[in-house]
T-cell receptor, first 113, second 112 residues
Framework: DAGVTQSPTHLIKTRGQQVTLRCSPKSGHDTVSWYQQALGQGPQFIFQYYEEEERQRGNFPDRFSGHQFPNYSSELNVNALLLGDSALYLC????????????FGPGTRLTVT | DAKTTQPTSMDCAEGRAANLPCNHSTISGNEYVYWYRQIHSQGPQYIIHGLKNNETNEMASLIITEDRKSSTLILPHATLRDTAVYYCIVRYGRGSARQLTFGSGTQLTVLP
């Protein structure tokens, strides 16, 4: 079992650009959540996808959007990048029905210059 | 979800037990206590969770006070690989439907 995988590992973008991050959940999982972790802080919840729909959303602007595909993989899109969007972006997967834990991927380090 | 308070940092000698405290005085009856840890440059890792009874698994033990206002995560024989930030999270419900609300956590450093 490969666990949760994320791509790319690192990314450098310029202010104003758009970025897409990708996540493949652990085998058997149907729910994907995205978190943003700024340097020195705990992860902050962005949104959660289940059955290809956004089910919950944290306090993030509409520049942050996502998608879940029929195979449960997910994308996080960020438009009009700001310097403050520089962070580690973490994807977590779980099985909505019965599992009580979320499995996190290694994250994508985004740097906005 | 109830707010949690943890010490910013703690040290522990290798081979000794590491006891990490967490206060959650506003916890409600249907909120669970979860512990995750994050080793440097990795994603958080689930450790253990509990409602009101003490819990133990292969990684750690979780002791929850009778009034449920605080808890302690115990790593019985800490190793250098246990050096990480440990997050105590209180969350409604047992399932994974709700998001995790992370605080600042406790930086545990295991010393040789």
């Amino acid at each position: 079992d490969a666990g949760v995988t994320q791509s790319p590992t690192h990314l450098i973008k310029t202010r104003g650009q758009q970025v897409t991050l990708r996540c493949s959940p652990k085998s058997g999982h149907d729910t994907v959540s995205w978190y943003q972790q700024a340097l020195g802080q705990g992860p902050q919840f962005i949104f959660q996808y289940y059955e290809e729909e956004e089910r919950q959303r944290g306090n993030f602007p509409d520049r942050f959007s996502g998608h879940q595909f029929p195979n449960y993989s997910s994308e996080l899109n960020v438009n009009a990048l700001l310097l403050g969007d520089s962070a580690l972006y973490l994807c977590a997967s779980s099985y909505l029905g019965t599992s009580y834990e979320q499995y996190f991927g290694p994250g994508t380090r985004l740097t906005v210059t | 979800d109830a707010k949690t308070t943890q010490p910013t940092s703690m040290d522990c000698a290798e081979g000794r037990a590491a006891n990490l405290p967490c206060n959650h005085s506003t916890i409600s009856g249907n909120e669970y206590v979860y512990w995750y840890r994050q080793i440097h440059s990795q994603g958080p890792q689930y450790i253990i969770h509990g409602l009101k009874n003490n819990e133990t698994n292969e990684m750690a033990s979780l002791i929850i006070t009778e009034d449920r206002k605080s808890s302690t995560l115990i790593l019985p024989h800490a190793t250098l690989r246990d050096t990480a930030v440990y997050y105590c999270i209180v969350r409604y419900g047992r399932g994974s439907a709700r998001q995790l609300t992370f605080g600042s956590g406790t930086q545990l450093t295991v010393l040789p």
